[in-house]
């Protein structure tokens, strides 16, 4: 039988190759790790608008009014532009609003991209869509690997138990010989046309539901009045705050999100992007009652049930505003329009102290 | 003569195992579907 180690000098080789595996985090740590700002954009264009978050971080400059961060039900539940345009007409100046997401849920990643973007620019307000049961599990986001690298941040690790450590160290392990590249060269250049796409997620815009025929539905939404949008304490008889908690790992993030609010001095509130499954509900299922959760008691939820924001929509036509558990823009529209008058009213009240309208 | 499976010292086969076992135990906490992803979409 050929030996599986045929010599001294093999043994050694190997146990170099893997010892330099398994510990490259640390190693390209002491060394210096590559610029952050060029994380994003090693995320393959096939898994998440990686590049678009990038620029809107690091490229970008100057203040942002509010900023959305969350999972891909947000950016297709929210026409930023929309907000952005009513903003802009309420404040009687140019409003910036921008968004960050990646593809899956998880909060590690919205406090990472939270984290990022408080750093480099100033933010007036901060809105985030919290986790539905789309999050399966409790361990480091899917994409993890890629944005999570040895060394950064560790005060928002510090208080990780040993298993949730290493659950991360081996997304670092996973992730190493791709940060190691951008030593070497930068990440290869993504059209920007192509970017801005990624950032909309424009080609599910016209799409039916699971595959079906797309029908243009109207986008007008029903009066819904604005204090009703609001969430007034986990007893809200609009909202249901008791669905499956988070387990410790994402809820540890939910806190660790709440401070960061607190540390940049940014008002924080989180918003609910209804999913196909909620149809008919008159109430509006959040898997925790969040304000506890991250920490900030007086955060505010904007959120519709169901019921309220498609009374008007025949039952046999609600799926027409969704292409999956995601709106198409039937419904990014109608919902963008229900939703943006709290958004804007909350605006007011959290930046400019005004009560709401 | 049995046929020897390695031909190395000992000392370095052991570290060796030890080395292939941590790699082994990492993945145990890796999040599965990041290797799915990886797979799927031959990320790296």
């Not at chain 1, 952050?36 to 995320?43: A, L, M, N, P, T």
């Amino acid at each position: 039988m050929f030996p599986a180690i045929w010599s001294n000098r093999h043994a050694v080789a190997l146990i170099l190759v893997l010892a330099t595996l398994l510990t490259l985090p640390i190693l390209m740590s002491v060394v210096g790790l590559p610029p952050r700002d060029r994380v994003y954009s090693g995320i393959r264009v096939e898994t998440g608008m990686g590049p678009f978050d990038e620029k809107q971080i690091f490229e970008e400059k100057g203040p942002v009014d509010i900023l959305f961060v969350g999972s891909s039900l947000m950016v297709r539940g929210v026409d930023m532009n929309y907000v952005q345009q009513q903003l802009s007409a309420k404040l009687g100046r140019p409003a910036k609003v921008s968004y960050l997401s990646l593809k899956w849920q998880g909060l590690d990643m919205q406090y990472m991209l939270m984290h990022d973007f408080l750093a480099h620019h100033k933010v007036g307000m901060v809105m985030m869509d919290m986790p539905t049961l789309a999050l399966i599990g409790d361990s480091p986001h899917i994409q993890a690997y890629r944005w999570m690298r040895w060394g950064e941040f560790p005060v928002s690790t510090a208080g990780l138990s040993f298993r949730q450590r290493m659950a991360i160290y081996g997304a670092e392990v996973l992730g190493a010989p791709r940060q190691l590249v951008n030593y070497i060269r930068p990440n290869r250049l993504v059209d920007p046309q192509q970017v801005q796409k990624l950032g909309s997620q424009s080609e599910y815009a016209s799409v039916g539901y699971y595959g079906g025929p797309f029908v243009e539905e109207p986008r007008t939404p029903p009066a819904i009045p604005v204090e009703s949008i609001f969430s007034r304490g986990e007893a809200d008889e609009n909202f249901d705050f008791k669905g499956l908690p988070l387990g410790p790992y994402h809820q540890y993030w939910a806190r660790q999100i709440g401070l960061l609010a607190q540390q940049y001095h940014v008002p924080f509130a989180m918003v609910h992007i209804p999913e196909d499954t909620e149809k008919g509900m008159n109430r509006v299922p959040e898997r925790m009652y969040w304000p506890e959760v991250i920490g900030i008691p007086s955060a505010p939820i904007l959120g519709i049930p169901s019921a309220t924001l498609f009374r008007d929509t025949p039952a046999s036509e609600v799926q027409n505003y969704y292409y999956d558990q995601h709106f198409n823009d039937n419904g990014k529209e109608f919902f963008t329009r229900a939703i943006t008058p709290a958004v804007l009213a909350l605006y007011a009240r959290e930046v400019h102290g005004n009560t709401i309208q | 003569m049995a046929t020897q499976s390695s031909k190395a010292n000992p000392f370095l086969v052991g570290v060796l195992f030890v080395l292939c076992v941590a790699a082994i135990t990492l993945t145990l906490f890796i999040t599965p579907d990041s290797l799915s992803v990886n797979l799927v979409y031959q990320a790296f």
